[in-house]
Nanobody, 122 residues
Framework: QVQLVESGGGLVQPGGSLRLSCAAS????????MAWYRQAPGKQRELVAA???????NYADSVKGRFTISRANAKNTVYLQMNSLKPEDTAVYYC????????????????WGQGTQVTVSS
């Protein structure tokens, strides 16, 4: 059974920083890419940042220069360092594992975490 567990959300003032972590556990053979998405109230879920197993990254324009995604492949863990946070960054942040292959099935599918709330407010 694969689980993605996020941590690190919370309340922060504008201009502050937070670091999100997401650890994938279970009988995992490989994960092609890991990503962070977010969903604000009344809005669609959107991609924030993604990183492949080879280290290639992709960021939403709204977070470029402020957020940094990184990954520890051996730990099946992905991080999101968020700096210079703005009120518009307020959302539930979801971890996503893309084409995760389990040892049991040797077949890939996507998995999602339960989400962690990030609130940027003074």
């Amino acid at each position: 059974q694969v689980q993605l567990v996020e941590s690190g959300g919370g309340l922060v003032q504008p201009g502050g920083s937070l670091r999100l972590s997401c650890a994938a556990s279970g009988s995992i053979f490989s994960i092609w890419a890991m990503a962070w998405y977010r969903q604000a109230p009344g809005k669609q879920r959107e991609l924030v940042a993604a990183i492949t197993s080879g280290g290639s990254t992709n960021y939403a324009d709204s977070v470029k220069g402020r957020f940094t995604i990184s990954r520890a492949n051996a730990k099946n863990t992905v991080y999101l360092q968020m700096n210079s946070l703005k009120p518009e960054d307020t959302a539930v942040y979801y971890c996503n594992a893309q084409n995760l292959i389990t040892i049991a099935t040797m077949m890939g599918r996507d998995y999602w975490g339960q989400g962690t709330q990030v609130t940027v407010s003074s």
